[in-house]
């Protein structure tokens, strides 16, 4: 009788491990990767070396952009699975852990047949690896005065210059169905020149014109130089009237675009080979308009990197000449410190910051996030370990809750004064102290969960 239980049992386990794999896999196929993330999860519970497990675990992690699971995961594999260092080249460079990502990109070039076309494919990305690791070498150590999470349609009216500098108009143009640019026009002080950008063949180039008496001439191309077949536009001119700053997504990028630096020459009567001016105001996401103020030692440039579509994020910084840059032994510092995860607050930085210049739909959300003494966050979207994410989002709607019981108490309270029936106003007491209560509990709540969040994102950091 025991030997026919213990059959029954393990034909059940077995049976019931069976349909789990073909769950898993069924929500895989079908690209519900959120859901096949927890089956796979289950699976590697009781088979933690298990190559196809693991393999699609990390698939599930890299479609839902939790890059370092995906890392762990892929890593477990093995070489069953070449498939799985073209994942990691791409993880390794959006980690900017960027010789790691050659090495992987190059194991997986070594798969494939001499004559595969996504060999030129795979070099292109190598070469952006490279990049990434010659700019990893100099980190520029900046100093953030403030930052604006905006709409990316009409971004350019958070950048308060000084009318000394010149002055940036910002149009839409719809280059086909799916692509809208802006066309950016920079204006001189003295208004007598300008650089602007506009569609050539469906791409983006910039042009110069000067001014003729009351009319602009015809405007021709900045420079051979700058346009290229990529998308080239957001110029800027600094007040040396040669040092041109604009926006690339060329193969000189880390991806879409990236800010770069060049310089006009009276003996060659042209500009200089554009430099990309590197981390952290470059990323594998957009970044471009940068604006520098000489004068005030203050600069501005936009990124869209960790926002939602049709946001961007607006950093304003202490302009440093000649530059400083940031120096560590540790490279996940280093990596931080490229990518914006941490950065020093300026003494400028105010605490009430002006409402009128944010988008009024992300003024509550827009904070910068203490960690410790060296790490300070400027949106949720920063935390690295997921669960720290989660708290904090918490912490943010149990603020608005907050928010919410504050304001209908303030109107209870009022009520109260002007109520001049006994009852009502019996009433409305039961309603103050029931509100207050709820408020005194709320504040203890929103403590507690931006303690554990900040807790949980120290002990990922440092590995406690």
Known sequence: MKFFLNNLFLFLSLTLAAQS???????????????AKVAYEALLKRKPNDALNNYRYARCNHELNNFETAIKHFEMVGSRF??????????????????????????YISTLAPDDKKIAEVEALIKKSELGAKLLNRVENITIIDSNIVNKSDFLRFYDLNSELGSLSQQRIRLNAKTTQDKITFTTQRGDRQFLSDSVKGNM????????????????????VINTKAN???????????????????ENSLGGYDIFLTKYTSSSKDFLTPENIGFPFNSPANDYMMVIDELHKTGWFATDRN????????YKFEYNDPKVYFRTEDSLKLRNVAQLKTFKTSKKTQNQVNVQKKDPELVATNHFIVIND?????????????MAMQLYNEYLLLNNELHKVEETLSKARTEYVVTSSISEKQKQADQIRLLETSAIQLKKDIIKKKKEAINKEINFLYGN
């Open 205 to 224: 180039n910039i042009f110069t014109s000067y001014k003729l008496l009351d009319e602009w001439a015809p405007a021709v191309s900045a420079s051979t």
């Open 21 to 35: 794999v073909s769950e898993a896999e069924a929500l895989f196929n079908n690209k519900q990767f959120a859901k």
């Open 82 to 107: 070449p498939l799985k260092d073209l994942y990691l080249g791409e993880l390794y460079f959006n980690t900017y852990q960027f010789e790691m990502s050659i090495e992987a990109y190059q194991n």
């Open 374 to 386: 060296s790490i300070i966050y400027n949106s949720p979207d920063q935390f690295q370990q997921t």
């Open 232 to 250: 080239e536009n957001y110029p800027f001119l600094l007040l040396d009237g040669i040092s041109l700053y604009f926006a690339s997504d060329g």
């Open 307 to 314: 926002q939602p579509v049709t946001k961007v994020a607006i």
